[in-house]
């Protein structure tokens, strides 16, 4: 076997070794585009779950505010000689409630954004 053989010969494996490292390339541009798609997907469940948790917090302080107000209502209603302290309750009762569900938003809204 002569030198331009040779030559010949290592050019050919070049040539295959290259159509190798293409075909390489693109596999391994495939699985970084799959991973980025599973990371997506994962953070979209993230908040999609994290949108769940804040609805079910938010609702069961609605609730809570809702049974509040019914009370209150309630007292008013059968004590109009009592106002005044009827009244300062009513007001504590619903600015608490009112209070923890404007944090419980705050802080789902933080949860989410973070």
Request: hydrophobic letters at 40%; proline letters at 0%; zero cysteines.
């Amino acid at each position: 076997m002569n030198s331009d053989d040779r030559v010949a010969r290592l050019e050919a494996q070049i040539d295959e070794l290259r159509g190798k490292q293409d075909v390489l390339y693109q596999q391994l541009a495939r699985a970084q585009r799959d991973q980025w798609q599973n990371r997506i997907e994962d953070l979209e469940v993230q908040v999609h779950l994290g949108a769940m948790e804040a609805n079910d917090r938010a609702n069961a302080l609605l609730e809570e505010l809702r049974s509040t107000w019914a009370e209150v209502r309630a007292q008013v209603d059968e004590a109009s000689s009592t106002a005044s302290g009827v009244t300062e309750t009513m007001r504590n009762g619903l600015e608490s409630a009112v209070r923890d569900l404007r944090k419980a938003l705050l802080d789902s809204k933080a949860q989410i954004s973070s």
